[in-house]
């Protein structure tokens, strides 16, 4: 594992609550903590979330050279389900970008099957190209990228159908009032076992590393709808993202506010950050159950620079009821 990995994973240097302290007392910063007013949406604002996945679109094509690309290893320490999971589980990747995440998941564990979406398709071309370059147990078959922008059309039908969804939940309400009743559930209808045809049957682990934050704040609830959505009953779902004052937060120019934490950059992508509170509402209020949610807090070093970086990350684990 490289240094910064490792920097990355080992995770307390700081107390998050001295670095609010220190940020909530600066007047330098006190343009980062007002309150946002946001004007009444419009039918130009809805067009305008399409012109997010654009700007992902152009940001990629502009880094196609690969330099975007850095093999997050750190995922399997943070999140070890993704090597105990049962012999052939599924993961949705979903913004996979190069494979960043996808290739760790990939190489954890060789029964793992990732399906990878994201809304650019140059991206996920560039995600093939390096996943297929590796010398990964059976890649060739384990690793499914497909086009999608999950936060303004939603996941494709063949992850799980409509009716795969009801009868799972009809058969969820059958097994929890069998049980309530003391009596011998059959569980052979859930997700597991339907691979009908229709679709999939769903994936038994969502990964959302550094994506919801480049979701619209006013679409987040709806996007992480349709990861719940597509997660069998007792699913988890990984999550990773920028905290509230972290380094990168902080530089961004007063201008540069589209939102109550939320920054657009020059080249039109879109940064959140987020609070432990805001991801817990965000995750609970669809229907998670919370397991694990806390801040990363890491400093770093700019040998070059000689200086020193706050980063702060938000680690989260959920669980959708069985
Ligand atoms: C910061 S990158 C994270 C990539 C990867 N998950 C990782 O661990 O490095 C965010 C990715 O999300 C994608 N993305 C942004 N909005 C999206 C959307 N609405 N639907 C699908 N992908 C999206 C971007 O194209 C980009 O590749």
Redesign the pocket.
């Known amino acids: 594992m490289s240094a910064e990995a490792e920097a990355e994973y080992f995770s307390k240097d700081f107390e998050w609550e001295t670095l609010r302290q220190e940020i909530e007392d600066n007047p330098s910063y006190q343009y980062h903590l007002l309150p946002f007013t946001y004007t009444p949406p419009s039918q130009q604002e809805e067009i305008q979330v399409s012109e997010?996945?654009k700007a992902?679109?152009r940001?990629?094509l502009r880094h196609s050279s690969g330099k975007f690309f850095?093999e997050?290893r750190y995922l399997l320490k943070e999140f070890p389900e993704l090597v105990s999971c049962k012999e052939f589980s599924k993961v949705l990747?979903?913004?996979?970008?190069?494979g960043?995440?996808a290739i760790p998941i990939l190489r954890g564990n060789k029964d793992i099957i990732v399906y990878a979406?994201?809304?650019?398709s140059e991206?996920l071309e560039r995600a093939k190209e390096i996943v297929h370059s590796t010398d990964i147990f059976a890649v060739q078959n384990r690793f499914h990228p497909f086009f999608?922008?999950?936060?303004?059309t939603g996941f494709p039908k063949w992850l799980v159908c409509d009716s795969c969804v009801e009868s799972s939940s009809l058969k969820q309400q059958e097994y929890s009032s069998d049980v309530k009743e003391g009596g011998v559930a059959d569980k052979s209808g859930s997700y597991v076992s339907r691979e009908c045809g229709c679709c999939i049957g769903g994936v038994d682990i969502v990964?959302l590393?550094?994506?919801l934050?480049?979701?619209p704040q006013k679409k987040m609830s709806s996007?992480i709808m349709e990861c719940f959505s597509v997660l069998k009953p007792g699913g988890l779902l990984l999550f990773r993202d920028y905290g509230l004052y972290d380094m990168t937060m902080l530089r961004f120019e007063q201008e540069k506010r589209v939102g109550f934490r939320e920054y657009m950059r020059s080249d039109g992508t879109r940064s959140y950050f987020f609070c432990l509170d805001t991801v817990r509402d965000l995750f609970v209020g669809v229907g998670f159950i919370e397991l694990e949610l806390e801040y990363c807090c890491v400093k770093s070093v700019n040998r070059r620079k000689g200086k020193s970086m706050q980063r702060v990350w938000v680690h989260g684990k959920f669980r959708k009821p069985a």
């Open positions: 997010d996945s992902w679109k940001f990629h850095k997050r990747e979903v913004g996979c970008g190069n960043s995440s979406c994201d809304c650019s991206t999608c922008d999950f936060a303004f990964s590393i550094f994506t934050s480049a979701v996007a």
